[in-house]
Each structure stands twice: as C-alpha cells, then as structure tokens.
C-alpha cells in the first residue's frame, strides 16, 4: 500500500511569490489533516478535510493559505504571496477514520522563503 | 491555549541503558496520547498510543500515562543507537493532534 505522498519535498521561493504543496493521502482515506512545524517550534494543526469537505480549519493562520480537496482525493495547500516567516515544514496526514491510531504522516514538504 | 511541552533535550543515554522521555499536557478533555518517532527529514512515525490510565508495553516500549497529574510518559529499554531520534508526544482530545516540541534522544554506542 503506497503511503502519504507529498510534493514537492523541497521548494525554495522568493518572498511574495506563490507555492502550492501537494498531498496525495492513502487511497480510500476519508479524512485529510495538514500540519506545518516552523523552525524550532513544534508541529502545528492547520486543517483538516472530510473527503472534500473542510472539517476544521482552525489552526490556518491567514488568508494567504488555501486549501482544496477537490473530488475529495489529493489535496493542495497554495500560499500567495508568501512571507518569510511561511518557511517550515508542512506534513500532510490521511487516516480512514478519525482515530489517531490510523494516522499516517507524509514525509513532509519543506518551505523555505528568502 | 492547549498545550503540550517536553524537554527539548537532547537527552544522552548510554547504549543499553533506559531512556525516559516525559510530557505534560494542559487540556483535561484529552482523550488519547500518543508518542511519535522522527529521524531527521523524514516524516513522524507512531511508536505508540494509550488512552487509559496506567502502563502498555509493546516490546523495549513502554508508555505511562497519568491522567490526573496530566502526565505521559515513555521509556525505551535496552536503547540503542538507531533509537537517536526526536520523540513527539502528541495530544488527542477531538479529530486533530496537538503536538510537543519534540525531545531529541540520543543513544552513545
């Protein structure tokens, strides 16, 4: 069973340009999170999808952060325009039902904006 | 605000020896803790999880929670040096986790 896929691994912009992130979750996993961990804080909640539906989307820290879930399979996160302090890592995770135990993580994509 | 801390560490241990990594958290509502192993750059791994008071072991791990003291806790026996590592340790009170700061573990051959 492939993992949760995400893309691309690194990507390094200029402030107030434009960068979508990609998740593509486990294939029948309902429930869609991202996270984000910025440099030497702890990994942070930003929204979760119910198949393409916005669940919760009480951790996003701004308007320049939109997320979609169309057809409710792969998932994208756009930040326009980025900020500096948008650098970090951003996790996606997928699980089948909302236990944590069914959790799993992508290997994360990094943001650095210079 | 709910909260999760852990020790930043890091915290050396001799190969062979215990490891005891802890975590306190803030919301009383927590129903479910979980510990999760990151290497450098690659994604958090589940270690383990607990939801009742007391102590559950799954091989060298074993995972102590707490409840009234808003304590959790895991202990890795026999460490060795592939278990250097930051462990999170992760809060679950509704559908989303709300992590630690992470405890970086390393273990001295």
């Known amino acids: 069973e492939a993992g949760v896929t995400q893309f691309p691994s690194h990507s390094v912009i200029e402030k107030g340009q434009t960068v979508t992130l990609r998740c593509d979750p486990i294939s029948g996993h309902d429930n869609l999170y991202w996270y984000r961990r910025v440099m030497g804080k702890e990994i942070k909640f930003l929204l979760h999808f119910v198949k393409e539906s916005k669940q919760d989307e009480s951790g996003m820290p701004n308007n320049r952060f939109l997320a979609e879930r169309t057809g409710g399979t792969y998932s994208t996160l756009k930040v326009q325009p980025a900020e500096l302090e948008d650098s970090g890592v951003y996790f996606c995770a997928s699980s089948l039902v909302g236990t944590g135990r069914s959790y799993t993580f992508g290997s994360g994509t990094r943001l650095t904006v210079v | 605000q709910k909260e999760v801390e852990q020790n930043s560490g890091p915290l050396s241990v001799p190969e062979g020896a215990i490891a005891s990594l802890n975590c306190t958290y803030s919301?009383?509502?927590?129903?479910?803790f979980f510990w999760y192993r990151q290497y450098s750059g690659k994604s958090p791994e589940l270690i383990m999880f607990?939801?009742?008071?007391g102590d559950k072991e799954d091989g060298r791990f074993t995972a102590q929670l707490n409840k009234a003291s808003q304590y959790v806790s895991l202990l890795i026996r026999d460490s060795q040096p592939s278990d250097s590592a930051t462990y999170l340790c992760a809060v679950k009170g509704g559908q989303n986790f709300v992590f630690g700061p992470g405890t970086r573990l390393s273990v001295l051959p």
């Open positions: 607990i939801y009742s008071n």
């Open positions: 919301d009383r509502g927590s129903q479910s």
